[in-house]
Nanobody, 124 residues
């Protein structure tokens, strides 16, 4: 019921900024939550930030103060503003959506729907 499409990834130098977008289509319910995850090469997928239907947010400690998650309900679009990027932020970034109640917002298994990902590379 949900289709997700990420965009906005690219290559940037340390200290730079990027804004990722995730266009969502399909049915949403009052229990839906959305999130950004990332997966560095040869590492496990990890939660970055999540936002619920009431715009409540959760962030991984590693990105607090640097990343901001938001959503535009009229456009059905999720955003991740990334500032002060570091090489360790390099990863494939995925948009995820949950079709029901989420109790642990940065837990991978909470989410039912996933986009194909957009690559973010932070290097000199």
């Amino acid at each position: 019921h949900v289709r997700l499409e990420e965009s906005g990834g690219g290559s940037v130098q340390p200290g730079g900024s990027l804004r990722l977008s995730c266009a969502a289509s399909g049915m949403r319910t009052r229990y839906d939550c959305m999130a950004w995850f990332r997966q560095p090469a040869d590492k496990a997928r990890e939660g970055v930030a999540a936002i619920d239907i009431h715009d409540g947010t959760t962030y991984a400690d590693s990105v607090k103060g640097r990343f901001t998650i938001s959503q535009d309900n009229d456009k059905n679009t999720l955003y991740l503003e990334m500032n002060s990027l570091k090489p360790e932020d390099t990863a494939m970034y995925y948009c995820a959506a949950a079709g029901g109640l989420v109790t642990v917002p940065l837990l991978t298994d909470e989410y039912n729907y996933w986009g194909q990902g957009t690559q973010v590379t932070v290097s000199q």
